[in-house]
Nanobody, 115 residues
Framework: QVQLVESGGGSVQPGGSLRLSCASS????????MGWYRQAPGKQRESVAV???????TYENSVQGRFTISRDAAKSTVYLQMNSLQPEDTGVYYC?????????WGQGTQVTVSS
């Protein structure tokens, strides 16, 4: 089983930045992949960014060039650096990890982008 604890959400004006953190109870090298999803009000949850055990990354088209997913193996933590935030980035952001044919989720952290 994997426990994921997110932090770093909050409110920011358009054009601002936030960094989300996700601490894993297992070494990130035990996890085939980790990533971030988000769910906007009234919308389905969508993948934002993924990082694999090998370090490969993929991004949803709308965040490409603005968001960066990274990791710190010593801290078993994955980050999502979000720059140039826009109102459409508003939502609950969830950390997720794949492990032994299951997908695990954190509790979610709210990100609000508003003027």
């Amino acid at each position: 089983q994997v426990q994921l604890v997110e932090s770093g959400g909050g409110s920011v004006q358009p054009g601002g930045s936030l960094r989300l953190s996700c601490a894993s109870s297992l070494s990130i090298f035990e996890l085939p992949s980790m990533g971030w999803y988000r769910q906007a009000p009234g919308k389905q949850r969508e993948s934002v960014a993924v990082i694999t055990r090998s370090g490969s990354t993929t991004y949803e088209n709308s965040v490409q060039g603005r968001f960066t997913i990274s990791r710190d193996a010593a801290k078993s933590t994955v980050y999502l650096q979000m720059n140039s935030l826009q109102p459409e980035d508003t939502g609950v952001y969830y950390c997720t990890a794949a492990y032994r044919a299951r997908q695990y989720w954190g509790q979610g952290t709210q990100v609000t982008v508003s003027s």
